[in-house]
């Protein structure tokens, strides 16, 4: 067929189109009370922008600080209202035309990422632990970001007693992200909200006060690697769209369980196909295993965790792996039940390369945050367990799971911001040793968090292991939790002798001192010892809340 005689028929296609009357655009139906988490924090977030815009610097802090804690309190009401309301049980429905999903599994999630920042942003908000610089308290941030360090430019900042107030917003628009990434519905509403959480933790990275370095190092690893795992993400919804001919999680469903109906008439002869589903399903998951920190994926944990600002490692580290969980859960769950014989394989293979490898490398490590970032990766295999049971109890266990462990993992990067020397904060292990002599408080307090990591009983780590590794095994991966147990008792290994070294070492004389924190630091280190311990001691309560809510809307 010629050219012009292709081009009338599309012309008459257009005119066609165009000759209906325009004002039948439907409008967008949006819940707006059922988004209020999400919009509140937003909108503190845009706040916080005109803050830096207008109010005058000396205030600046302090109005930041108050902003955001009143905004994640108000959005946390707005969760429980919600769940109060029975949009956890009875009433869980897709919102906003199908891109977010309200339910027991979204709100539970929510509520624990936003109870998990409020803690976060006390620690990013402690002004007490450095000595003031030339008569001005200093947080953990640079006084200017984008001075070079150790310029003649960074200096006058110094001198002048800038800070950094920009880490406020830029925590709301990452905590923003995080609430939409596990109820996100279809393909690219869970990208969208990928994006808007991890530009901001990107540049949360670089803004060390001290060892501006290795802090800018470690945010450009972690953009790069980012970026990679995004890309493949995002190729990946390409090929599950060429599957299924739609991005909705439902829909995608369908086609995978075989449902004609779900395929679109004018796409039959394209769809379906077997390969774009395996690979594309592959890319997505490789996409959200780099964001929890999973062996293959988790090179840029333990260099992220050293090189960031303390206070922004615990919010990361707890935050993060809460919403990408959540989003893996939510598409193994409702999007792909039926291919649990194919993916079960895999994730048996990724969750116990996770647990044996981090265990294993975390004994060689003399820095404790390294300690720490490889702690958290074994920790995501042991959430993995969960995950692969492919259970109500599965799902109930990992959001128990992540609960319990996100305070534990903030209170613990908050006493390592505590112990400090000339250079700033002491994280190799050699300045830990006699600290239990020097500080018994917040040795003990930080052995607490360590026996907790262990999964030793009476602790929120032994109620949470007991629970995913119970669901493992019902669910018939009995030989991953015998993994589990190996992987915990090496991980104990290096927990016990951190409390050694604290406890029967003997002090060194030039050793560092623990600084006094103000009452922020102090309240989160306590909500971390607390929940801790309550969840250890009675943990029934919270497993029901967890087993209430794990039921997907489909």
Not at 235 to 255: C, K, M, N, P
Not at 293 to 302: E, I, K, L, N
Not at 403 to 412: E, H, Q, R
């Amino acid at each position: 067929m010629s050219a012009s005689a292709v081009a009338p028929a599309v012309h008459t296609l257009w005119t066609t189109a165009a000759a209906g009357p325009i004002d039948k655009i439907p409008a967008p139906h949006i819940e707006y009370t059922q988004l209020s988490p999400v919009l509140i924090v937003v909108g503190a977030a845009v706040l916080g922008v005109l803050v830096e815009a207008f109010v005058p610097r000396k205030a600046r802090h302090h109005t930041q600080v108050f902003l955001s804690v009143l905004a994640l309190a108000a959005a946390f009401a707005a969760v429980v209202g919600l769940a109060a309301g029975g949009y956890g049980s009875t009433k869980a429905h897709i919102a906003a035309m199908g891109a977010v999903a309200v339910d027991g599994p979204a709100l539970f999630l929510q509520g624990t990422i936003l109870l998990a920042a409020i803690v976060s942003i006390l620690t990013f908000a402690e002004r007490r632990l450095d000595p003031a610089d030339h008569g001005h308290r200093v947080d953990s941030f640079a006084a200017e970001a984008a001075a070079v360090p150790g310029s003649e430019q960074e200096k006058a900042a110094v001198k002048a007693g800038f800070t950094t107030t920009e880490v406020f917003p830029l925590a709301l628009f990452a905590v923003s992200g995080m609430l939409v990434f596990p109820a996100a519905n279809d393909l690219l509403t869970l990208f969208v909200a990928l994006e808007v959480f991890s530009l901001p933790l990107y540049l949360l990275c670089a803004v060390a006060r001290r060892k501006r370095l290795l802090s800018q190092e470690a945010a450009v690893k972690y953009f790069l690697l980012g970026a990679f795992s995004s890309a493949f993400l995002l190729f990946g919804i390409a090929l599950l769209y060429g599957y299924a001919g739609s991005v909705s999680y439902a829909t995608i469903a369908d086609v995978v369980g075989g449902d004609v109906t779900a395929i679109d008439p004018a796409l039959a002869d394209t769809m379906g196909n077997d390969v774009l589903l395996l690979i594309g399903f592959a890319m997505v998951m490789t996409g959200l295993l780099f964001k929890v920190g999973a062996v293959p994926f988790h090179m840029w944990t333990p260099d992220v965790y050293q090189g960031a600002p303390t206070p922004v490692t615990g919010f990361m580290a707890a935050a993060t792996k809460v919403a990408a969980f959540g989003a893996m859960l939510r598409l193994l769950y409702v999007v792909l039940p039926g291919l649990t014989w194919d993916w079960r394989p895999v994730m048996w293979a990724v969750a116990i390369v996770t647990m044996l490898g981090g265990a294993i490398v975390a004994i060689t490590q003399t820095d404790i945050k390294r300690l720490l970032a490889y702690s958290s990766i074994a920790h995501a295999g042991f959430i993995l367990a969960g995950v692969i049971a492919a259970t109500p109890s599965g799902v109930s266990s990992v959001l128990f799971y992540l609960g319990a462990y996100s305070f534990v993992t903030i209170g613990a990067f908050a006493v390592v911001t505590l112990v400090r020397d000339a250079g700033g904060e002491a994280t190799h292990l050699s300045k830990w040793a006699g600290l239990g002599r020097r500080s018994p408080l917040v040795a003990a307090v930080f052995a607490v968090f360590l026996l907790a990591f262990a999964g030793i009983p009476l602790t929120s780590g032994f109620s949470g292991k007991f629970a995913v590794f119970k669901a493992a095994a019902e669910g018939g991966a009995g030989g991953l939790v015998v993994v589990g147990v190996i992987s915990s008792a090496v991980a104990a290994f290096f927990y016990i002798r951190v409390i050694v070294l604290m406890f029967f070492s003997e002090p060194k004389p030039d050793g560092p001192t623990v600084a006094v924190p103000s009452g922020l630091t102090s309240i989160a280190i306590t909500a971390g010892v607390v929940v801790t311990l309550v969840l250890g001691f009675a943990p029934q309560y919270f497993l029901d809340l967890a087993g209430q809510a794990g039921v997907f809307v489909r």
